[in-house]
């Protein structure tokens, strides 16, 4: 059974949410039909048959985050906070977390660079130390930047044990041989924008055996995690993003430039990181606001291992410029 726990108003209205995202109707086929499991204080307990969706990811947004609920003028309150799905449901991370703490960095400027401008920005990245470069989410394939040109640049600039991750989001008839293009000329992962490209492009990914770890950008997930009375909390879209097959996943920053409370980012960690049945624990990306002056105190409030802290525009406003930025970070991680 998939069991998914709704904050959710008005009281008395479980089963017509039940109802709603199962059969549509007051009656039906009883092997399809929604249940409730408890109500009280606000929080609704439903579970669905599995075999209502199976593992098509999108059925499964459209029924439990973006559904009815949502849409339905009777409820004023439908906000998905828990989702338990059956152990080996979805595959999880190929790739699971490392020990330590790891220190990434963006290339920036977001636009405008070419490719060999993008892999001297990406040498000097490496060379201050930090083991993962990535695109920008914006970054895609503009003509004075072509994906493949610079995926060959970045990979020749950098050490074998630096991982470039470019950002493979478009069209999603081609999404699959933009990624082995990439691959093919030396990334040392795959970078999508997992909630505008849509979740399923992570597990599409993950069952493309590609040899390479996946990073999902959570781009796109503001609109259903930021409304406090409908959509779904970010946690569960860090644990489905985990389950689809994320190897990095991120979770925002404590008191950072991001919309999340502290508390948040803590419930993202723990969905990324802690136990989930069979699945593997994705690495945790801590981002948005993070660099020399506060990364220790960032990856100290995260604890634990299993942790890339991702440096931005702060990188960049060192004095030393960027290259000095990420060895900054990486000495006070020390």
Same mark, same amino acid.
């Given at each position: 059974m998939i069991r998914a726990t709704f904050e959710l108003e008005p009281h008395g209205s479980a089963l017509a949410l039940a109802l709603e995202e199962s059969l549509g109707l007051p009656d039906g086929p009883a092997f399809v039909r929604g249940a409730v499991v408890s109500e009280g204080d606000g929080v609704a307990v439903l579970e669905f048959p599995e075999t209502n969706w199976g593992r098509n990811v999108p059925l499964l947004v459209s029924a439990l985050v /973006? #559904? %009815?609920?949502? %849409?339905?003028r009777a409820f004023t309150r439908c906000r998905l906070v828990d989702l338990q799905l059956p152990d080996g449901f979805l595959p999880g991370p190929a790739f699971p977390a490392r020990p330590g703490i790891g220190v990434g960095a963006i290339l920036k400027p977001s636009l405008g660079l070419r490719p060999h401008e993008a892999a001297e920005v990406a040498a000097a990245i490496g060379s201050g130390g930090a083991t993962l470069v990535k695109d920008d989410e914006l970054l895609g394939d503009p003509d004075w930047c072509p994906l493949t040109k610079r995926v060959a640049a970045v990979a020749a600039a950098l050490h074998p044990c630096v991982q470039y991750f470019p950002n493979?989001?478009?069209a999603s008839t081609t999404l699959l041989d933009r990624a082995r293009r990439v691959v093919d000329r030396g990334a040392g992962g795959v970078m999508v924008n997992a909630f505008a490209q849509g979740l399923d492009a992570v597990l599409a990914l993950r069952e493309a055996d590609l040899g390479v770890p996946i990073l999902a950008h959570r781009v796109g997930s503001g609109p259903w995690a930021r409304n406090e009375r409908f959509g779904v909390s970010s946690a569960v879209l860090a644990m489905l993003t985990r389950l689809c097959g994320a190897d990095y996943v991120l979770v925002g920053s404590f008191g950072g430039k991001l919309f999340d409370s502290d $508390? %948040?980012?803590r419930a993202q960690l723990d969905?990324?990181? #802690?136990p989930l049945g069979q699945a593997?624990?994705?690495?945790?990306?801590?981002g948005g606001g993070v660099g020399p002056d506060?990364?220790? /105190?960032?990856? $100290?409030?995260?604890?634990?291992?299993?942790l890339l802290m991702l440096l931005g525009s702060a990188a960049y406003a060192h004095?030393?410029?960027?290259e000095a930025g990420v060895r900054a970070t990486c000495e006070a991680l020390r």
């Open positions: /973006a #559904g %009815e609920g949502v %849409e339905t493979i989001t478009g $508390d %948040e980012v969905a990324v990181r #802690g593997a624990t994705a690495t945790a990306i801590v506060n990364v220790r /105190a960032q990856a $100290d409030a995260a604890g634990g291992e299993g004095e030393g410029g960027v």
